[in-house]
């Protein structure tokens, strides 16, 4: 069974800067998985920010590119969001998900029906 578990969300000022992280396990290493972060606010639909494959190749949403960055450290099993110069409209859950690789030679997708086990989320508030 795979599970996600986040932590460090937390309140900081516009411009600032917070890193999320996600401890997972159960993903067994005879299948290749991708592993992304998404955020949702209330009334909306889960947005996906930044997917990563197991060879390191990335995917990031319009909306965060330049100022998000995803990476993993697989011998420690944690994904790592590191966001920069925030914004007041960033301010939402984050969840991090784990979605099958179907080893199509694509990049890591967005979609959140790629993907099928989540994390309780962690939140984000930046303030004006």
């Known amino acids: 069974q795979v599970q996600l578990v986040e932590s460090g969300g937390g309140s900081v000022q516009s411009g600032g800067s917070l890193r999320l992280s996600c401890v997972y396990s159960g993903l067994t290493s005879n299948r290749r998985y991708w592993l992304a972060w998404f955020r949702q606010g209330l009334g909306d639909g889960r947005e996906g920010l930044a997917a990563i494959d197991r060879d390191g190749r990335t995917s990031y949403a319009d909306s965060v590119k330049g100022r998000f960055t995803i990476t993993q450290d697989t011998a420690k099993n944690t994904l790592y969001l590191q966001m920069s110069r925030l914004k007041p409209e960033d301010t939402r859950m984050y969840y991090c998900?784990?979605?099958?690789?179907?080893?199509?030679?694509?990049?890591?997708?967005?979609?959140?029906?790629?993907?099928?086990?989540w994390g309780q989320g962690t939140q984000v508030t930046v303030s004006s």
């Open positions: 998900a784990a979605g099958h690789d179907y080893e199509l030679g694509l990049p890591p997708p967005l979609p959140r029906y790629e993907y099928d086990s």
